[in-house]
């Protein structure tokens, strides 16, 4: 209990700090909950880009989501190649469709509205292909609701800064996380994680001289006390 105190306070310092850097984002939804569920199957493993790319080449090609559904995969894997691994994703997005047409009689995900998060969260994940991440950010994204979405930003951001352990995977951070931040403030945390990650904590080479969250950072706090050796260059052959 003393630990999750202690996360809870730290995580209210660096909530803190990110909205005096980034400001706070108003929830506001940015895609009907089908089309973002599509979209977040194509943004696995690719840049926000080539995700784009392949949603927007997706929603030329096919007029509704029952053409998608009911098309040959290789016209579907055509059309969402930008987003690589289309062999893998169209058959996953045309599977979540039919699933949803099966327990629904129609393509739509507008009943998720009157369900409790956690009923939504086992309803999504029930559908072959569907993780913790994706259906967070339906729920998050397209309802409002009190879930919180760990990408790979969120992932990394959180466990450099302590908030999870070294060894926590990104799905079951997910639990973890919303338990330590308070459910109102999901969707902003979520964005102004990203937006540090993208930023300032990128992958590589985090720009630690640039981060206001220093003093919070278990990562900086042990690179700073234990700075990696510089590597000694070789002494001249001395041998005239």
């Given at each position: 209990?003393?630990?999750?105190?202690?996360?809870?306070?730290?995580?209210?310092?660096?909530?803190?700090?990110?909205?005096?850097?980034?400001?706070?984002?108003?929830?506001?939804?940015?895609?009907?909950?089908?089309?973002?569920?599509?979209?977040?199957?194509?943004?696995?493993?690719?840049?926000?880009?080539?995700?784009?790319?392949?949603?927007?080449?997706?929603?030329?090609?096919?007029?509704?989501?029952?053409?998608?559904?009911?098309?040959?995969?290789?016209?579907?894997?055509?059309?969402?190649?930008?987003?690589?691994?289309?062999?893998?994703?169209?058959?996953?997005?045309?599977?979540?469709?039919?699933?949803?047409?099966?327990?629904?009689?129609?393509?739509?995900?507008?009943?998720?509205?009157?369900?409790?998060?956690?009923?939504?969260?086992?309803?999504?994940?029930?559908?072959?292909?569907?993780?913790?991440?994706?259906?967070?950010?339906?729920?998050?994204?397209?309802?409002?609701?009190?879930?919180?979405?760990?990408?790979?930003?969120?992932?990394?951001?959180?466990?450099?800064?302590?908030?999870?352990?070294?060894?926590?995977?990104?799905?079951?951070?997910?639990?973890?996380?919303?338990?330590?931040?308070?459910?109102?403030?999901?969707?902003?945390?979520?964005?102004?994680?990203?937006?540090?990650?993208?930023?300032?904590?990128?992958?590589?080479?985090?720009?630690?001289?640039?981060?206001?969250?220093?003093?919070?950072?278990?990562y900086f706090q042990t690179s700073a006390t234990n700075p990696k050796p510089k590597r000694?260059?070789?002494?001249?052959?001395?041998?005239?």
């Amino acid at each position: 209990m003393a630990a999750q105190a202690a996360l809870r306070k730290k995580y209210r310092l660096i909530s803190a700090k990110l909205v005096a850097t980034f400001g706070t984002p108003r929830w506001q939804p940015r895609y009907t909950p089908v089309d973002e569920l599509v979209d977040c199957i194509l943004s696995q493993s690719t840049t926000d880009a080539n995700r784009d790319r392949a949603f927007a080449a997706l929603k030329a090609r096919f007029p509704a989501w029952e053409t998608v559904r009911d098309a040959p995969t290789e016209a579907v894997v055509e059309a969402i190649r930008p987003a690589g691994l289309a062999n893998q994703k169209a058959p996953r997005i045309q599977n979540a469709l039919r699933h949803i047409t099966r327990e629904r009689g129609s393509i739509t995900l507008d009943f998720l509205a009157e369900m409790e998060t956690d009923a939504a969260k086992a309803w999504l994940t029930a559908i072959d292909g569907i993780g913790p991440k994706t259906a967070a950010i339906v729920l998050c994204f397209a309802f409002g609701k009190p879930a919180f979405p760990v990408d790979t930003h969120v992932h990394r951001v959180s466990q450099r800064l302590g908030l999870i352990g070294e060894k926590v995977s990104a799905e079951a951070a997910h639990p973890l996380l919303e338990s330590l931040i308070p459910p109102e403030e999901y969707y902003p945390a979520h964005l102004n994680l990203i937006a540090l990650g993208r930023t300032i904590c990128q992958a590589r080479k985090p720009l630690c001289e640039r981060c206001p969250l220093t003093a919070e950072c278990a990562y900086f706090q042990t690179s700073a006390t234990n700075p990696k050796p510089k590597r000694q260059k070789p002494p001249k052959d001395a041998t005239p």
